[in-house]
């Protein structure tokens, strides 16, 4: 196979530009070159960062292709600089067996867009009575280690110990939605003063910490990993401070539309903006963003979920939650965390790739920039600016919170081990 030149680039957005060399997927030169038989990326003015990985995807396959596909779902995610996604379990039929998660990961395996991992249901049916076969799944061909019935809370304490117990012997992780059901009984809102005016049941953010909490205590009675979902409050963001403290083996994620929106966006009723865990206030994004800026949250996970237009476009109560994602995540991180200096580049390849790749344990995503490590990159162009317009998406659903608005930061080419899977707004592989 000959070889691969991406020219001109600076890894990390550090230091003068150099050409990166690549053969069989590998990166075999960093430097300058002359290669003249060479495919040439010219990639001046470019940042290069190691490819992005998401612990939190939706793709509705199967059960609600209508919304989004694997195809779809992948095309989106390479668009977006990702290499790997986690696809959610809450999928029909459920994914709490092993023919679901082969199923998910044969399908990501023939679109070879994106390496895409299915999570495996803690509970059957997501019901949360009884466990899953998570052994089952986890030797299955798709090598399932990451569980969550993400969508609902695993309640019960004594399943979720269980839960715990079980994935420290298979050395996976629970990924946990921390909402206690009962604390949220017809939520349609964070409770707090917007919900008030606007006459919407409250989703408190206690009903978070508490679970946050609980578990934290859980996992290290245990000695088990936890992975805690699209923290949204503060205060949990302070539980997760003390348990990282005295060693608790958790790690956590925050959503792009967490450190950016707040509940102000409610004023208009548009269901476009109903995301569970819903948008907190102003001052919940600020602190989520010194989190992640300090490691007390972990990366940036994308909680992408496709709806569709009949499920979004009707009166709130009714509206399913969810918001698109994958092709505006790193745009968002620009924008609340580059551009105000709380991350360099190097912080953004933590959060976008190095840390979701080791709680995951991906060995060859997340890797770094370096002669013999696999060529799985996203290149970024950080003087880029694009508008977001949702029928331009690569989704099939449309619900973008930001159509209209103009985001910095614009992913040029994303590579999976060598192979261009996105260029110039175009899936390619
Ligand atoms: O907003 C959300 N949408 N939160 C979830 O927990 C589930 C997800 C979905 O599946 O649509
Ligand atoms: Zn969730």
């Not at 939520?187 to 006459?199: D, N, S, Y």
């Not at 009714?318 to 995540?329: D, H, I, S, V, Y």
Request: one cysteine or more; proline letters at 6%.
């Amino acid at each position: 196979m000959s070889a691969l030149i991406i020219r001109g680039v600076r890894p990390y957005g550090e230091g003068e530009p150099v050409d990166l060399t690549v053969h069989n997927g590998v990166i075999t030169a960093i430097g300058s070159t002359s290669d003249t038989d060479a495919e040439v990326i010219d990639a001046g003015g470019l940042v290069a960062l190691p490819g992005f990985v998401d612990l939190h995807t939706h793709l509705r396959e199967p059960g609600r292709e209508d919304t989004e596909t694997i195809e779809t779902g992948s095309r989106a995610a390479a668009l977006g600089g990702y290499t790997a996604v986690f696809a959610m379990a809450n999928t029909d039929p459920v994914a709490d067996n092993a023919v679901v998660v082969e199923h998910v990961w044969r399908r990501g395996r023939e679109v070879g867009l994106v390496d895409v991992h299915p999570v495996g249901a803690v509970t059957v049916g997501l019901q949360g009575e009884r466990l899953a076969e998570l052994g089952t799944m986890a030797r299955s061909a798709a090598g399932v280690r990451v569980f969550s019935d993400d969508g609902l809370c695993v309640a019960d304490p004594l399943i979720m110990r269980r839960a715990l117990e079980y994935t420290k012997a298979l050395d996976a992780v629970i990924a946990q939605h921390a909402e206690e059901p009962r604390l949220t009984v017809g939520a349609q809102a964070h409770e707090g003063e917007t919900a008030a005016r606007l006459g919407l049941a409250g989703w408190p953010a206690v009903a978070e910490e508490s679970i946050v909490a609980r578990d934290c205590l859980l996992a290290r009675h245990v000695g088990a990993r936890l992975h805690v979902c699209h923290v949204s409050t503060a205060g949990t963001a302070d539980i997760l401070r003390w348990a990282k403290a005295r060693g608790t083996r958790v790690s956590a994620e925050v959503t792009p539309h967490h450190l950016l929106l707040d509940d102000e966006r409610l004023t208009g009723y548009d269901p476009v903006n109903k995301v569970n865990p819903p948008l907190r206030t102003a001052a919940d994004a600020a602190a989520l963003r010194q989190a992640l800026a300090d490691g007390t949250l972990d990366c940036v996970a994308t909680d992408h979920a496709p709806h569709a237009a009949q499920d979004k476009d009707c009166e709130w109560s009714a509206a399913r939650p969810g918001m698109l994602g994958l092709q505006t995540a790193l745009p968002i991180v620009v924008a609340t965390m580059v551009e105000p200096g709380l991350l360099d580049w190097r912080g953004v390849a933590r959060v976008m790739s190095e840390r979701p790749a080791e709680i995951a344990g991906l060995p060859d995503q997340g890797r770094p920039i370096a002669v013999g490590e696999p060529a799985t990159l996203t290149l970024v162009d950080p003087a880029g600016r694009w508008t977001v317009r949702g029928a331009d998406l690569a989704s099939i659903a449309v619900n973008t919170p930001y159509e209209g608005m103009e985001l910095p930061g614009t992913v040029v080419a994303t590579l999976l081990r060598g192979v261009v899977t996105a260029r110039d707004g175009k899936a390619t592989a």
